[in-house]
Nanobody, 126 residues
Framework: EVQLVVSGGGSVQAGGSLRLSCVVS????????IGWFRQAPGKEREGVAA????????YYDGSVKGRFTISQDHAKNTVYLQMSSLTPEDTAMYYC???????????????????WGQGTQVTVSS
């Protein structure tokens, strides 16, 4: 079973940056993808980015493209979400998730998620 431990959330002013980390352990294979999701109060959870474990393909939702970067460090079994030019609209609980489905890998669709990490709060003030 895959375990995911998330860290790196916090509070930042608009225009600032934060980096989230997701340490992955247990049952990790090259077929897996990692996705980052977020859920703002009163809104549905949405996928923002995904990366394939075995390759280099990435996906970004249009709302974060050009501002967020997903990357991975194989040696540390860690996937990162570098967030820049943050706006108050980015305020949400952020989660990482793992799965082997193309739904997750190709478009960060939560229906492709097999395992969830805990959330970390990101708050952006204006």
């Amino acid at each position: 079973e895959v375990q995911l431990v998330v860290s790196g959330g916090g509070s930042v002013q608009a225009g600032g940056s934060l980096r989230l980390s997701c340490v992955v352990s247990g049952g990790w294979t090259s077929r897996n993808c990692i996705g980052w999701f977020r859920q703002a109060p009163g809104k549905e959870r949405e996928g923002v980015a995904a990366i394939s474990r075995g390759g280099s393909s990435t996906y970004y939702d249009g709302s974060v493209k050009g501002r967020f970067t997903i990357s991975q460090d194989h040696a540390k079994n860690t996937v990162y979400l570098q967030m820049s030019s943050l706006t108050p609209e980015d305020t949400a609980m952020y989660y990482c998730a793992a799965g082997a489905s193309g739904r997750l890998c190709a478009r960060a669709d939560q229906r492709g998620v097999d395992y969830w990490g805990q959330g970390t709060q990101v708050t952006v003030s204006s």
